[in-house]
């Protein structure tokens, strides 16, 4: 699977597809997290908040910050570590006026 989203992803990136870039480093930190590597999870989490603050897109942007954010609250539960949870809890913060600066519901 993982091979197959890293053909998506550099094809998403040659073309310049902010959206789709963003959807393949989300899958991917998905697919990520289903194996057990939270930290991998957290490194494309952190690319695809990169992606969206560099591109301007809001939507990127909360979409980015809402899974950061689930990835650090499971990061968190496995390492027993406060600070993610209080990273967590602030991805969740930002993702929130993003979607109230676009003036559409949060995602479920």
């Known amino acids: 699977m993982l091979h197959l989203l ?3 992803l550099t094809l998403a990136e040659e073309i310049g597809v ?13 697919v990520q997290i289903e194996r057990g ?5 957290q490194r ?20 980015a910050h809402c899974n950061a954010g689930c990835t650090l609250l499971l990061r968190g ?6 600070e993610h949870y209080r990273a967590a809890l602030e991805h969740q913060r930002q993702c929130r006026a993003i979607y109230q600066r676009l003036g559409a519901a949060e995602p479920e």
Not at 37 to 41: C, F, N, Q, S, T
Not at 44 to 57: I, P, Q, V
Request: glycine share 8%; aromatic share 0%.
């Open 44 to 63: 494309l989490d952190e690319r695809a908040l990169a992606l969206g603050e560099r591109s301007g897109n809001l939507k990127e942007q909360a979409r």
């Open 6 to 8: 890293a053909r998506v």
């Open 18 to 30: 902010i959206r789709e870039t963003g959807r393949a480093l989300a899958a991917s930190a998905m």
């Open 37 to 41: 590597d939270l930290e991998a999870a």
């Open 77 to 82: 539960d496995a390492e027993g570590d406060h």
